[in-house]
């Protein structure tokens, strides 16, 4: 094998996890092209899937032992598919279809695949997605600034990229900044040091639209929640778009100053809920699409109902399915995917509303009853949105589903609940244990009963 390869494979081993690296890093050959290397996988699909998830980690652990030759990423069969050596890994992704940006950002890089089009809209975020659009529509006139929030892995980063895709793609002139809050640090440190400051205030001052990912990252930064402050103010008052995201709501975030904590909450805030059952089958049909590959819908089921609540866990479930079914020549079967996923606890689909009002008034010692009542006492609020929120995120049930067997209540209860419960699990860790350990229990069923290993996905 070629020594710079092999030396290469324990620390891309740490870096990607275990998983990851027996699925994707390990069968890749490695052999000297010319000055360079050449890495052979032995699919098209392979090569998608390494080039635009792997193939910077790749380098960069090679560049970290001081490997400085040309890699490049070929299908194994003769059929070379060359990378250039210093193309962007999210740009070397070649789906046929994957949009091109035509512009680029000012600030920051984009992912040209997150576009609104590759984005499935549904209960769960169709408000925060309208939202975007207006700001695509005009950006500075409304929702300014908009603040979105929702736990990881729910598509917040593809959202906003989307966006400001989509404003570079229009004709009219918008200038887009779009960025990791971290990189905003690193950026302003690297302007303290280097004494540029001026020029780093100008860079942002001359955006129309400044994007930044991830602001739950500023907590107890004091000097960059300074910073950024003032450059807030300067777009903001020159009627300049600013869109934030984060995992938490701007109150829940500790250590944020009381002065930008108003600010982020003087415009719309709006929140990404996880996907409902009939969105996670979407976006399963979406990313098969993408990545042009016939998905039977039993098996679609078979994997909706057996991954993470987050959209990225139902990816990466669908993408570990389509390597192994890849890899052994084998057609994406629902037996398959059982089987890919076995050991994967099932946390959606197989759990009734019923199962999780039967374990929560069990657990706060209010009857069944009670908990679907429309009774107010206090004694009852919680359990009830509580027990709404696990029919929602565990037994995956509808809004509407979940309101009928509440005793029949306007599904906006059930969302309002939803939301209230996650902003409380945000903001208190004993909040986070207690929910964490109610959707453990409600998993293993009422009487320790383990759910059954192979599929027995429903629709919805
Ligand atoms: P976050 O920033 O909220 O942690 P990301 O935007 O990184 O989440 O999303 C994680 C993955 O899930 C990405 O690959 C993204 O494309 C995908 N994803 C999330 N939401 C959707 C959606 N509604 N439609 C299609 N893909 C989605
Ligand atoms: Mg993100």
Redesign the pocket.
């Known amino acids: 094998m070629v020594a710079e390869w092999s030396q290469a494979l324990p620390r891309l081993r740490e870096r990607v996890g275990d998983r990851n690296f027996t699925a994707w890093i390990e069968p890749i050959s490695c052999v000297r092209d010319g000055d360079g290397l050449r890495l052979e996988v032995a699919s098209r699909f392979m090569f998608d899937w390494v080039s635009g998830n792997f193939l910077g980690d790749i380098r960069r652990v090679l560049r970290e032992q001081g490997c400085e030759l040309p890699i490049t990423l070929a299908v194994g069969d003769g059929r070379q598919v060359a990378v250039a050596p210093q193309v962007a890994t999210t740009v070397a992704t070649t789906t046929p279809s994957a949009p091109r940006t035509t512009r680029r950002p000012q600030i920051g890089h984009l992912v040209p695949?997150?576009t609104f089009d590759?984005?499935?809209?549904?209960e769960s975020?169709a408000r925060t997605f309208r939202a975007v659009q207006a700001i695509a529509e005009q950006p500075g006139r409304r929702f300014n600034p908009l603040f979105v929030w929702?736990?990881?892995?729910?598509?917040?980063?593809?959202?906003v990229?989307a966006l400001a895709n989509e404003l570079l793609r229009r004709p009219r002139r918008c200038r887009v900044g779009c960025i990791a809050a971290e990189t905003f640090m690193n950026a302003m440190i690297g302007s303290l040091k280097q004494d540029h400051m001026a020029a780093f205030r100008d860079r942002f001052r001359a955006l129309d639209v400044l994007i930044l990912?991830?602001v739950q990252f500023l907590a107890g930064k004091e000097r960059t929640q300074e910073e950024f402050f003032h450059t807030f103010n300067a777009l903001y008052e020159a009627n300049k778009q600013v869109v934030l995201?984060s995992?938490k709501p701007p109150h829940a975030i500790p250590q944020l100053e009381q002065r930008l904590r108003s600010r982020f909450e003087g415009g719309l805030i709006a929140d990404?809920l996880p996907?409902t059952a009939e969105?996670r089958l979407a976006?399963l049909r979406?990313?098969a699409l993408l990545h042009d590959l016939a998905l039977p819908e039993e098996t679609a089921l078979v994997i909706a109902a057996r991954s993470g609540v987050?959209?990225?866990e139902?990816?990466g479930a669908l993408n570990r399915v389509m390597a192994i079914a890849d890899l052994e020549g084998q057609p994406l079967t629902p037996v398959l995917a059982a089987e890919v996923l076995g050991h994967v606890p099932a946390t959606v689909g197989v759990i009734s509303v019923e199962d999780i009002q039967a374990m929560v008034s069990q657990h706060f010692g209010v009857s069944v009853g009670e908990l679907t009542s429309h009774s107010r006492e206090r004694r009852l609020v919680m359990p009830r949105q509580i027990a709404m929120y696990l029919s929602r995120t565990v037994a995956d049930a509808s809004y509407p589903a979940i309101a009928e067997k509440f005793g029949g209540r306007d599904h906006t209860t059930v969302i309002h609940a939803v939301r209230t419960v996650e902003e409380k699990r945000q903001q208190d860790q004993a909040a986070d244990d207690l929910l964490k350990t109610l959707g453990q229990s409600a998993r293993k069923g009422p009487h320790g009963r383990k759910l059954p290993p192979s599929s027995s996905a429903k629709a919805s």
């Open positions: 695949e997150y590759s984005f499935v809209v549904g975020n929702g736990g990881v892995g729910l598509g917040k980063t593809h959202l990229h990912d991830d995201t995992d990404i996907p969105m976006i979406k990313k987050s959209v990225r139902l990816e």
